[in-house]
């Protein structure tokens, strides 16, 4: 069963602007961890942002933040001011606490940065 | 610092053949797992080593193995290639020894296989 949806496989948004990469996630533990990472066209996946299920604030990390809204099971990235190296795929990803070491990854979105 | 780093970054093979991949893990890490991600998905967890030993595999066929060494670089092996193995192959490390949920994996660049 798929364990992480991104559904959208492309985003575009102006320069400057602010951007939301949507991600719904399936699990039935009460603890698991929530992840955003980046991978430009080198390939190399660059952490962003984590969320844990207990955590009551939304994480923040520079001008990435993480919308959780735990009920409806999603985990929206918001990218604010974006800028043109912001073009990338970003992933959305998940880590159980009774499946501790697998984390695991949605499709991604690639997002496109326009001038 | 040095982070992740894997080699080679390219290799093209021949079906059939057998192929190993090394992943140096970000100095003080102890845990290597490798992520196998095809083109336009996303990463799938193969494996993960963690003092020496196989901690957990994802569902991939024994044609998968990997050995970690006592200074914690890593090695996949892949065994009797298919065309479907073509993927970038990706080794993340991280700091284990205990449950953290929120402990975080420090990717490499990945090595880009093609078997022809």
């Known amino acids: 069963a798929q364990k992480i949806t991104q559904t959208q496989p492309g985003m575009f948004v102006q320069e400057k602007e602010a951007v939301t990469l949507d991600c719904t996630y399936d699990?039935?533990?009460?603890?698991?961890?929530l992840f955003w990472y980046k991978q430009p066209s080198s390939g190399e996946m660059i952490f962003l942002i984590y969320q844990g299920s207990y955590d009551e604030q939304n994480a923040t990390e520079g001008r990435y933040s993480l919308n959780f809204q735990k009920a409806r099971k999603s985990a929206n990235l918001v990218i604010s001011a974006s800028q043109l190296g912001d073009s990338a795929m970003y992933f959305c990803a998940m880590r159980e606490d009774l499946n501790n070491n697998d984390m695991r990854f949605g499709a991604g979105t690639r997002l496109t940065v326009k001038p | 610092d040095a982070g992740v780093t894997q080699s080679p970054t390219h290799l093209i093979k021949t079906r059939g053949q057998q192929v190993t991949l090394r992943c140096s893990p970000k100095?003080?890490?102890?845990?290597v797992s490798w992520y196998q991600q095809a083109l336009g998905q996303g990463p799938q967890f193969i494996f993960q080593?963690?003092?020496?030993?196989?901690?957990q595999r994802g569902n991939f066929p024994d044609r998968f193995s990997g050995h970690q060494f006592p200074n914690y670089s890593s090695e996949l092996n892949v065994n009797a290639l298919l065309l479907g193995d073509s993927a970038l192959y990706l080794c993340a490390s991280s700091l284990e020894g205990g449950w953290r949920m929120n402990t975080e994996a420090f990717f490499g660049q990945g090595t880009r296989l093609t078997v022809v």
């Open positions: 100095s003080g890490h102890d845990t």
């Open positions: 080593y963690y003092e020496e030993e196989e901690r």
């Open positions: 699990t039935s533990d009460q603890s698991y961890g």
